[in-house]
């Protein structure tokens, strides 16, 4: 048998895989859905790190200064902006007493920003539901109330949150939409929810709402200083202790913009690409030849002839693109896109990987490990 036939195997396999875990992944998935209010709502300590978000942070600090049926205190840490994030934020919170603005201290050797700028948070914070948002997350009146309510009703010891994600300009919109790909098409939520293995974890650091005690029992930020991809490593530590994780889609009622701009989205996927990939250039170019495989040779062999198999395969691609889309309320249409998609993808794990050779990425004026 010839290669192609192989390869044409394969890439079948590979798909069938993947819509067979997007289809249990659609039924089986939690979202978020508007909470009515409840007068045994824990206290829950809103907790944003923020660095340089001026231009968001106004928004933010209203709409969770507007939350409804939701118990809640809301603390900010500047984390050595140089943008007037802290005044715009204080503005904003007008006085409100359940807001407080918090001076983030030196970076200690040995601490990524961000880690150490939740440490600090959560050591302010006297909630017993620590919630951690971005400073770029909008969160809609019934947000936290609903959150809340799924981390109660699912027994959840850290609720992760996917936002619904906001894309503009043509870098956002093909390549944003692929984590929910990734984790709709590559993640089987009944092991995520229901067995103990790590291997079956994953978090979005744009929201993680952790019950105070599960946070103290996995060490907390501290315990992930070093980490880039802090997020995930928290989610394996919870179920490495024996807790639960539950993971949600935003359904509307948390949403983000993460990024404005190709460069913006090029430098902040390439800072995580290679950590998501366990730090190994050898499986993230085995992971790379995967998507090429699946989602681009089957046009390339269509077009030199290949008949109606090749034909079959990109649509069967494209069409597990569109739904994950569609679940996660992006454009349908983009999915028609998906091999530009994988091509800019390729960039990024290019970008990352030069910046393994040279040493370090850059983040928001700091250098971050690759």
């Known amino acids: 048998m ?16 993947i819509g067979l875990t997007v289809l249990m992944n659609l039924l089986f998935s939690l979202r978020l859905t508007p909470a009515g209010t409840s007068p045994t709502t824990p206290l829950i300590s809103i907790l ?12 933010t600090i209203r709409q969770l200064r507007g939350q409804q049926g939701a118990n809640i ?49 959560a050591q302010a914070a006297q909630g017993d539901i620590l919630l951690f948002l971005d400073a770029d997350v909008q969160t809609t009146p019934t947000a936290v109330a609903a959150i809340a309510h799924l981390m109660a009703g699912s027994q959840a010891d850290l609720l992760t ?6 894309t503009v300009t043509w870098g956002e919109r093909l390549v944003v939409p692929l984590m929910a790909l990734a984790i709709l098409g590559y993640l089987p939520i009944l092991p995520v929810h229901y067995t103990p293995w790590p291997a079956f974890a994953a978090a979005n650091g744009q929201c993680l709402a952790f ?21 995930v490593v928290l989610a394996r530590r919870i179920k490495a202790q024996g807790l639960r994780l539950r993971m949600a889609d935003g359904a509307g009622l948390v949403s983000c913009r993460m990024y404005h701009d190709w460069p913006a989205v090029r430098a902040g996927f390439a800072k995580n690409i290679l950590a998501g990939h366990g730090r190994s250039v050898p499986f ?12 681009i040779f089957p046009w390339v062999w269509w077009l030199a002839g ?19 889309a569609a ?30 050779w040279r040493g370090q990425g850059q983040w928001k004026g700091r250098a971050v490990p690759t």
């Open 2 to 17: 010839s290669l192609l036939f192989w390869l044409g195997l394969f890439v079948s396999l590979a798909l069938l895989v």
């Open 48 to 59: 944003i790190p923020a660095r340089n978000e001026a231009g968001v942070i106004a928004q």
């Open 73 to 121: 205190e809301l603390l900010l840490l500047d984390d050595g902006s140089s943008d007037g994030t802290a005044e715009q934020a204080q503005q904003a919170a007008a006085g409100d007493p359940r807001f407080q603005l918090l001076t983030g201290q030196l970076l200690p050797a040995g601490w990524l920003g961000k880690n150490w700028a939740c440490h600090q948070l």
């Open 161 to 166: 949150v996917w936002p619904t994600q906001q």
């Open 211 to 231: 019950r105070r005690a599960a946070y103290a029992a996995v060490g907390g930020h501290e315990a992930v200083r070093e980490q880039v991809v802090e997020d």
């Open 284 to 295: 993230l170019a085995l992971s790379t030849l995967f998507h090429w495989l699946v989602f």
């Open 306 to 324: 290949g008949g109606w198999w090749p034909l079959a395969l990109g649509a069967a691609g494209l069409a597990i693109r569109a739904l994950t």
């Open 327 to 356: 679940y996660t309320r992006q454009r349908v249409g983009d999915a028609l896109l998906m091999p530009l998609s994988v091509l800019l993808m390729t960039w990024i794990a290019v970008q990352s990987v030069w910046w393994r």
